[in-house]
């Protein structure tokens, strides 16, 4: 998300032209930040990807293969202008000019925007599931501060400096350099904040200003152009740079290869950058790219003036983009292992200000979609008559329980580990079906909850202890592996009971020194952490 727009003019005009410049100061930055994440354009669009190799995917003990997709609607969504309370007086009264009255009725209480009209079928269908009144106890109203908390998972006040995505990914896929990665785990289309996937050791994504870069890779594998630079000193540093960059991009191929294969079934009508973005989503899994989480954004949601025609062009295309990558996943039953939710910063003020448009308000509606879900409203609708000291909406629930029941339900996270994630218990909802059969490797069981609480000493030379908590009994391994995928070792605990054990283990008089991933296996549920080993 670019910050440094001016509110003039020439401030605009500069700020364009800044943003067409491509210097080796730009580019040595870009590197330095981007950590173990790149970026390149897919259909025209930023993209920017965060890694695992085969060795971290198969220690992560997850057999799903299931995604998960996040729509951002960046500026702040009219949650009363999109999922519309008919039969409420005070709506109609406070909105005169912006009111809408022709809503697709889902309840006699409750109505769609007309331009969803693309998604009531999904919902009809179960497909869309609506999470009304979602925000948070103490909002803030700054598009930056608000953005940062959706995308962390914590209060704004915390400061926290990764995302809820990123920590899931740490726990499901230990992060190392050792060993190089060979495809994405989560992929970020677009410019906007890279916080989702942040994890506590590295941060992934950078952006780059180039718009034709999916042509390049497809027919060269490369993200740059080490020729397209000019004669000059500079030129050849840049030149050389992009070459070291470009021998280094280690998962370009297996991006390259994954949208070769894939294919897109469906038209995305509309031309709208949120129906490219989602195209080339389902272009890439069903090429089988792998990635686990996929971030995608739409801008223009902050709606101060002349709010009616803008926000319903953004709500067809947002149903037109929905709805094409729905049919487009359904069309040979990739549906069943895709879910994706929408979220955006903040929702809009109940009453219309003077330039019929709504200003920075609280909490908005959340649409999650997929084949799996119990379909229908979740949640009460917003109380118009109960306003907060701003006259603000007060929100019913919290976007964490929106994201922790994700985490839960969809990627069978424990929900001890959910909570701890979140650094709080938040209430859970409901959204799936009590059978998730998505996955053709895991039918319908359930992995055990099972918390590794830590691995110690670390360093390591002849014995260690793993703490554990179980929330049932039965029996746990712990295993250890080399970087090279290897098994080194195994031993079998036996049965424990529910609740916390502090367990010893001891390594083999054989083992050198190094890094080695500890796996910790219990009722279906598998946990890693790395650990170095000082060698006898």
């Not at 009209?117 to 930056?144: A, M, T």
């Not at 390049?216 to 840049?238: H, Y």
């Not at 997929?370 to 109380?383: F, Q, T, W, Y």
């Not at 036996?494 to 296996?521: E, K, M, N, W």
Request: charged share 20%; with cysteine; glycine share 10%.
């Amino acid at each position: 998300m670019c910050t440094h727009h001016g509110s003039r003019l020439e401030d605009g005009e500069l700020h364009d032209k800044a943003h067409e410049s491509w210097t080796r100061r730009q580019f040595l930055r870009g590197l330095a930040m981007s950590g173990a994440a790149v970026s390149l354009g897919l259909n025209g669009r930023t993209v920017s990807a965060s890694m695992a190799s085969p060795l971290l995917r198969a220690l992560s003990g997850s057999a799903s293969n299931r995604i998960l997709v996040v729509i951002q609607l960046s500026g702040g969504n009219d949650g009363l202008n999109t999922v519309v309370p008919i039969g409420n007086d005070i709506y109609h009264n406070a909105r005169p000019n912006i009111r809408i009255q022709n809503a697709i009725e889902l309840t006699s209480d409750t109505g769609l925007h007309p331009s969803l009209s693309r998604l009531y079928p999904l919902y009809q269908e179960g497909k869309l599931q609506v999470v009304q009144n979602v925000g948070v106890q103490d909002p803030v109203l700054s598009h930056f501060a608000s953005t940062d908390m959706w995308l962390s998972g914590k209060d704004a006040n915390e400061l926290e400096r990764t995302g809820w995505s990123g920590r899931f990914l740490e726990s499901e896929y230990p992060l190392y350099s050792d060993e190089p990665p060979d495809h994405p785990v989560a992929l970020q289309i677009g410019s906007s904040s890279r916080l989702l996937f942040a994890g506590h050791d590295k941060s992934f994504g950078v952006a780059l200003p180039n718009q034709s870069l999916l042509n390049r890779l497809v027919a060269t594998e490369k993200i740059f152009d080490e020729n397209d630079v000019p004669d000059t000193t500079v030129g050849r540093e840049i030149s050389f740079v992009r070459r070291v960059s470009n021998d280094s991009f280690v998962y370009a191929k297996a991006i390259k290869d994954a949208f070769d294969l894939g294919r897109n079934t469906t038209s995305y009508s509309g031309g709208s950058s949120l129906g490219t973005d989602l195209a080339t989503v389902a272009r890439l899994i069903r090429g089988g790219l792998g990635a686990r989480i996929y971030h995608v954004s739409i801008g223009g949601f902050d709606t101060h003036a002349y709010q009616l025609g803008t926000h319903q062009n953004l709500m067809s295309r947002l149903s037109a983009a929905i709805s094409a990558f729905v049919t487009d996943l359904e069309s040979d039953g990739l549906l069943e292992k895709v879910s994706g939710v929408t979220f955006s910063e903040f929702g809009r003020r109940l009453n219309q200000n003077g330039s019929s448009g709504t200003d920075h308000g609280t909490s908005a509606p959340m649409f999650v979609f997929g084949s799996e879900l119990k379909g229908g409203l979740i949640g009460d609708a917003p109380d118009l008559t109960n306003l907060d000291a701003a006259s603000n909406l007060v929100a019913g629930v919290d976007f964490r329980s929106v994201y922790g029941s994700l985490l839960r339900d969809w990627f069978a996270m424990p929900q001890s580990e959910v909570d701890q994630l979140f650094g709080g218990a938040y209430p859970v909802l409901n959204l799936f079906n009590g059978s998730l059969a998505t996955d053709t490797q895991q039918e319908t069981v359930q992995p055990s909850k099972m918390a590794l609480e830590s691995v110690y000493p670390n360093p390591m030379s002849t014995n260690g202890r793993v703490v554990l908590n179980l929330e049932s009994a039965g029996p746990v391994s712990i295993s250890l592996v080399d970087i090279l995928g290897r098994a080194v070792s195994r031993h079998e605990v036996g049965v424990l009971q529910t609740g916390r054990h502090d367990v010893p283990f001891s390594l083999p008089s054989t083992l050198a020194s190094g890094t080695y991933i500890l796996r910790v296996q219990h009722q279906g549920r598998s946990l890693s952490r790395p650990i170095q080993v000082l060698g006898f």
